[in-house]
């Protein structure tokens, strides 16, 4: 069976922030996988060249972009190298994001700074100097990787729960701000998914036993299962959606 056409995104150029690991090396192995060329970004340029080597290198359309998203004038620069060693970007995937657990009282203010810097302030910058270029062009793709906690919070986890949150209502706020210029802002929202940094938790037997029964799935989400979600909103068939957050997490915002 052919793919259907409002789902082909051949020859669009995207760029994932955080992506040399886990959930933002997994959606650039999808838009790989769907015929883009794709640039990886991350502070550190050993672990982004490995990165790109596993997604096939130059030959696949893979290159690196190594900057630090939460610093303004670094994403400026960063952007502009992009778009002219790779070509105008079609697809920016906001990703780049930390977890930081800690009850709320000893959560301390270098803390608080670091994880609104990582999670929410890094979306604005790439976000906004990439709309500057997309809405020029009069199109652009614009995902930003919320969470099911920009919806429900759990003890321990109240500042990330406060960045994903501000994260989801930034998205509108795209959406609002640069719908009329052609770009389309949606956010896809994480459940429990399975990486490295969350390997810990799948470990913890009674973390896991809670988080299976919590899930109408019944199971942890794996980093592939969030691909399809992306491609969709990448897509355009995607193209009369915008300010929406599309939460994979295995039914879990749906049940008491």
Not at 110 to 135: K, P
Not at 230 to 235: G, K, N, T, V
Request: a negative charge; glycine letters at 12%.
């Amino acid at each position: 069976m052919t793919t259907h056409p409002l789902f082909d995104i051949t020859g669009r150029t995207a760029l994932v922030t955080g992506s040399s690991r886990g959930i933002g090396h997994a959606l650039a192995r999808g838009l790989v996988e769907a015929g883009c060329t794709v640039v990886l970004n991350g502070r550190d340029q050993q672990a982004l060249d490995k990165a790109a080597a596993e997604l096939g290198g130059a030959e696949a359309g893979v290159h690196t972009a190594a900057f630090d998203v939460t610093d303004g004038p670094a994403v400026a620069a960063g952007i502009a190298d992009v778009e002219e060693r790779v070509g105008p970007l079609d697809i920016l995937v906001n990703n780049a994001g930390m977890q930081n657990r800690a009850p709320l009282l000893e959560f301390t203010d270098e803390a608080w700074r670091q994880i609104v810097d990582t999670n929410l302030t890094s979306a604005f910058l790439v976000g906004r100097e990439t709309a500057r270029r997309m809405t020029a062009r009069g199109h652009g793709k614009i995902v930003n990787i919320c969470s099911l906690q920009s919806e429900v919070v759990r003890p321990g986890i109240a500042p990330y729960s406060a960045t994903k949150g501000a994260l989801k209502m930034l998205t509108k706020g795209m959406c609002a701000d640069w719908g009329p210029y052609g770009i389309q802002v949606n956010g896809v929202g994480p459940g429990y998914i399975e990486t490295e940094l969350t390997r810990p938790l799948v470990e913890d037997e009674q973390f896991s036993t809670w988080v299976r029964g919590r899930t109408p799935a019944g199971r942890w989400g794996r980093t592939e299962d969030l691909i399809g979600a992306l491609l969709y909103l990448a897509s355009p068939a995607a193209d009369f959606v915008s300010g929406q957050v599309l939460y994979v997490d295995g039914g879990m915002t749906s049940q008491l």
